[in-house]
């Protein structure tokens, strides 16, 4: 069984971030053979469907990320630490959701689905992120 346990996306001390600033979510993942799955990052924003984010293979060869966060958001892993990160840059009111990291074994089928949220198989517990304009 694989778990996935995810943390960060506030501010030290409190409070919202705002338009233009930075956060990083955080995913530790525990369970099995770490670098046979594959790592992916969600969001659902109010009324909207789940909506993909970015993906990464544990040696970090292969990424991909949504046209609508290229450039400002980078997800990497960290393979002696089991975490999956997501740093996040130049914060926008429309990246208001709450993130979800996801996990799934590396296969053909990833790399052609890699932005279903049907491909991956365990998920984490969520993590609201609220920008503020």
């Known amino acids: 069984q694989v778990q996935l346990v995810q943390s960060g996306g506030k501010l030290v001390g409190g409070g919202l971030v705002q338009a233009g600033g930075s956060l990083r979510l955080s995913c530790a993942v525990s369970?099995?053979?770490?670098?046979?799955?594959?790592l992916g990052w969600f969001r659902r924003a109010p009324g909207k469907e789940r909506e993909f984010v970015a993906t990464?293979?544990?040696?970090?060869?292969?990424?991909v990320y949504s046209d609508s966060v290229k450039g400002r958001f980078t997800i990497t892993t960290e393979y002696a630490k089991n975490t999956v990160y997501l740093q996040m840059n130049s914060l926008k009111p429309e990246d208001t959701a709450v993130y979800y990291c996801?996990?799934?074994?590396?296969?053909?089928?990833?790399?052609?689905?890699?932005?279903?949220?049907?491909?991956?198989?365990?998920w984490g517990q969520g993590t609201q992120v609220t920008v503020s304009s």
């Open positions: 369970g099995r053979t770490f670098s046979s799955y594959a």
């Open positions: 996801a996990a799934t074994l590396v296969s053909p089928n990833y790399f052609t689905n890699y932005h279903k949220p049907g491909q991956y198989d365990y």
């Open positions: 990464v293979t544990w040696n970090d060869a292969f990424t």
